[in-house]
């Protein structure tokens, strides 16, 4: 097993940036890991994922470029680097991951480890 902790969550600006951290409690580098993000009355929604090597990266459609997920091994540490926020950007963002292989990153049932979730606020 592995524990999740997001950071780096808050309050900011429309323009803005934030860089969200996920802290895995374990080597990390077995596992695919992902951002997702729940606003109020809404569905959880994907935000980006990225692979055990970090080679292959997916993001929602509505990132647009402005987001970029990264990891770093050696910190056990998944990163999602946020530009241009907007106030639609406001929810709580969840790290994910999984060990097993041929699940689709991009589907929140793929993923048996979830942290608690950090909220971030854009305002306008």
């Known amino acids: 097993q592995v524990q999740l902790v997001e950071s780096g969550g808050g309050l900011v600006q429309a323009g803005g940036s934030l860089r969200l951290s996920c802290a895995a409690s374990?080597?990390?580098?077995?596992?695919?890991a992902g951002w997702f993000r729940q606003a109020p009355g809404k569905e959880r929604e994907f935000v980006a994922s990225?692979?055990?090597?970090?080679?292959?990266?997916y993001y929602g459609d509505f990132v647009k470029g402005r987001f970029t997920i990264s990891r770093d091994s050696a910190k056990n540490t998944v990163y999602l680097q946020m530009n241009s926020l907007k106030p639609e950007d406001t929810a709580v963002y969840y790290c994910?991951?999984?060990?097993?292989?041929?699940?689709?990153?991009?589907?929140?049932?793929?993923?048996?480890?979830w942290g608690q979730g950090t909220q971030v606020t854009v305002s306008s």
């Open positions: 990225i692979s055990r090597s970090g080679g292959t990266t």
């Open positions: 994910a991951a999984d060990s097993r292989y041929g699940y689709d990153s991009r589907r929140s049932r793929t993923y048996a480890y």
């Open positions: 374990r080597a990390f580098s077995s596992y695919i």
